[in-house]
């Protein structure tokens, strides 16, 4: 059975650090691309970050890049995803997805298995 996890999310002031984690399990973990998503209240999900299935290779968006750091560690099966100098855009809540296909990741179009999120809320 497949699950995919997502842990570490909560509340945090405007330039404040949180590291997400996603825990994944029943399927070939270091065959898969990870990426992570957000979902901002009443906006549609959004790519953030995606690290390669040996994690040679990242791909962070614009928005994020010099905050957000992605990594892995294929031993303990899991992706984090570091945030540093949180902003209150920064809301929403947060999803981990693996992919088969690597190529334009982070893409919420290619995603075989979905985590059921955590919440992020970034506010003073």
């Known amino acids: 059975q497949v699950q995919v996890v997502e842990s570490g999310g909560g509340l945090v002031q405007p330039g404040g650090s949180l590291r997400l984690s996603c825990e994944a399990s029943?399927?070939?973990?270091?065959?898969?691309?990870i990426a992570w998503f957000r979902q901002a209240p009443g906006k549609e999900r959004e790519g953030v970050s995606c690290?390669?299935?040996?994690?040679?290779?990242?791909n962070t968006v614009d928005s994020v890049k010099g905050r957000f750091s992605i990594s892995r560690d294929n031993a303990k099966n899991t992706v984090y995803l570091e945030m540093n100098n949180l902003k209150p855009e920064d809301t929403g809540v947060y999803f981990c997805?693996?992919?088969?296909?690597?190529?334009?990741?982070?893409?919420?179009?290619?995603?075989?298995?979905w985590g059921k999120g955590t919440h992020v809320t970034v506010s003073a």
């Open positions: 029943g399927f070939r973990f270091d065959y898969y691309a």
């Open positions: 997805g693996a992919t088969s296909r690597e190529i334009g990741c982070p893409r919420t179009d290619n995603v075989d298995y």
């Open positions: 690290i390669s299935s040996t994690g040679s290779t990242t």
